[in-house]
Structure formats: C-alpha cells, structure tokens
C-alpha cells in the first residue's frame, strides 16, 4: 500500500462508525496521525483501542462551535499542525414536509450542514498558519437528486455542495483545497433500516446500475484521493460516487405505507 500521508496529521469527524471509520482506518494505514472526532464516546474509546497510539479520540459535537474548536485546537497542537480534514459527521430525522416538526429540521441541518461550517472554518484557520491544506466534505447523492421524505437531508446537503465551492474559492489564496464527496447509498449504521427491509433495499438496489450498495471504504478511497498530493490541483469539486444511481432517481418510499 501507498503511504501517501506519511508524516501528515489529519482530523476525521464522523470517526467512531460507518464512512468516518474508514476514512480513519485508511488514513492509519497509509502513515497518518489522526484526531477523531465523534459525539459517540463509547464508540470512540473501541475505535481508539483497535487503532493504537496514531489515533487521538475527542468526544466533541460538531453543531457547538466551542467543542469545534476545542477539537481541532486539539488536532493541530498534538502533531503540530493539521495538512488535512474529512468533515463526515451527519445524520437525519424523516418525514412529510406537512408534517416534519421544527426540531427535527433543525437537527438534521444543523448536522449536516452547520457543522461542516463551524469545522471547517477551524480547520482552515488551523491550515492558514501551515500555509497548505486540504478539506473534504462528505455530501450526499441527496443533494443533488430530491428525497421524498428527506427534505431537511436533501437541503443540507445540497448546502454542503454550495458551501464546499464557497470556500474553495475563498480558501485558494492560502493553498487550501476544499472538496466534496456525494456517495449514493452506502452499507453504513445510517442506512441499517433500509438495508434491513428488504422491499426498501430492493427499491434502491434497482435504481442503482451497479446493482449493490457501495461500502464505507468505497467512499473513503475517493476521499482520501481528494485529500492527497495526486489531486494537488483540484479544488471546488463534487464527487459523485453513487454507483450510476444519479442516472436513475431517488426511490418513493412513501410507496410502501400504502
């Protein structure tokens, strides 16, 4: 395996599970000192346990701009700087439009979307005294493609899309590169209802022309490529790693209460 990131420091929200974890894994294996940021302590602690000294756990809520910039003061002042940062934490609360309450968009933009703000306003300020780095936002297929019943999923995301350009545009003039991953659907705790239920994993496995869902290490490679010295010169972009699903649409769920 290539150690691409030998030497470099990283910080990963998201880390404890699911896309975050194997960015994580995958940064370790190629020569990274990472700094994991979860609001999952538990999870953390096995993650810390399986992953060695390399990996520092901080139990942090990505929404509160205060652990934000605890956490990534922590990342840049334990290995001496930060080179680069996957912004994955994100999680979502459904339903109709007409019936979706106040809290529950609140909670799922704020996740989505506002957190990949406030880290990576930290991160960059962190990066700016390095004079280099590289963010990659975790986006979804959502933001692009509408979900019925994912309206304040869809809208963050899409957020995300619009925010990453944002700050590669702002950001160039530091020799920060900022990116975006949108994967499709992925075999992660997210999605466990879905992957379950075998009438709604079979609405989305034939809308997907590759015909399967992707794993978080298919989501990772993509990220850590945009993080590294091989897309140097790419910035403001959207990657979508979807399996063709974008060709296709976004399965009706709402189809199957009936």
Not at 80 to 108: H, K, P, Q, Y
Request: overall charge negative; aromatic content about 6%.
């Amino acid at each position: 395996m290539t150690r691409r990131f030998e030497g470099k420091s990283a910080v990963v929200t998201g880390a404890a599970s699911g896309i975050g974890a194997a960015v994580t894994a995958a940064l370790l294996a190629e020569g990274a000192s990472v700094v994991g940021l979860d609001i999952d302590e538990a999870g953390l602690q096995k993650r810390a346990a399986e992953w060695g000294d390399s990996f520092v756990p901080v139990v942090t809520d990505v929404t509160i701009e205060s652990e934000v910039e605890s956490g990534m003061a922590t990342a840049a002042t334990r290995f001496g700087g930060l080179d680069a940062a996957f912004n994955v934490a994100g999680g979502s609360r459904i339903g109709a439009i007409t019936e979706l309450t106040e809290a529950d968009w609140d909670f799922t933009v704020d996740l989505v979307q506002k957190s990949v703000f406030l880290c990576t306003k930290h991160e960059a300020r962190h990066m700016k005294e390095r004079g280099a780095g590289a963010i990659v936002n975790i986006s979804s297929l959502d933001g692009r493609v509408p979900m019925p019943g994912g309206s304040p999923y869809a809208t963050g995301k899409a957020g995300v899309v619009m925010f990453t350009k944002n700050a590669a545009l702002e950001l160039a003039q530091y020799k920060i590169r900022v990116n975006s991953v949108l994967p499709g659907l992925v075999d992660t705790p997210l999605v466990a209802a879905v992957m379950g239920y075998e009438p709604a994993k079979q609405m989305f496995l034939e809308r997907i022309p590759m015909g399967v869902a992707a794993t978080p290490e298919q989501i990772a490679g993509p990220a850590l490529f945009l993080a590294s010295e091989e897309a140097s010169y790419i910035t403001g972009i959207d990657m979508v790693v979807d399996g063709g699903w974008e060709l296709s649409n976004f399965p009706n769920l709402a189809k199957l209460a009936g």
